[in-house]
Structure formats: C-alpha cells, structure tokens
C-alpha cells in the first residue's frame, strides 16, 4: 500500500515540479491489486497527468521526461 501511495504521490509532484506533458517513469515495481502480485522493471508513460500505458522495461522513446524509480 506504501509503495501505491508513494507513486501516487511522485506522479502528481513530477508533473508539478518538471511541467512535462510526457513523463515516462522506469525501473518501477508494480503491485496488481487484484491479484497482489508485484511486477518488476516495469516502464509507466504518463501524459497529461494520467496513465496513458505500462509496459515492461524496453527501450526508453524520445519526447518524455526520464524518471528512473530505482526499483521502487
């Protein structure tokens, strides 16, 4: 639940803070709340303050703000 909080808390701050339309957050954990299972080295594309996809960590598309979460 920490780890949700704390990403919610980080996506709405990095917009703020880099006013970037695009920001790809990499290098993230992910829990799937349904079934409780953590995902590893995930990619999250953000834009406009909202989730636009996830997908598992690849190659890092040009136009977004790099955010590396560091395994958080």
Same mark, same amino acid.
């Given at each position: 639940?920490?780890?949700?909080?704390?990403?919610?808390?980080?996506?709405?701050? $990095? $917009?703020?803070?880099?006013?970037?339309?695009?920001?790809?957050?990499?290098?993230?954990?992910?829990?799937?709340?349904?079934? $409780?299972?953590?995902?590893?080295?995930?990619?999250?594309?953000? $834009?406009?303050?909202?989730?636009?996809?996830?997908?598992?960590?690849?190659?890092?598309?040009?136009?977004?703000?790099?955010?590396?979460?560091?395994?958080?």
């Amino acid at each position: 639940m920490r780890k949700v909080l704390l990403f919610a808390v980080l996506l709405t701050l $990095s $917009s703020i803070i880099f006013g970037q339309n695009k920001i790809l957050l990499y290098n993230a954990n992910l829990i799937d709340g349904i079934a $409780s299972v953590e995902k590893r080295n995930m990619m999250i594309f953000v $834009s406009n303050g909202k989730i636009e996809s996830v997908k598992k960590d690849g190659l890092k598309p040009k136009g977004y703000k790099l955010i590396d979460l560091g395994g958080m």
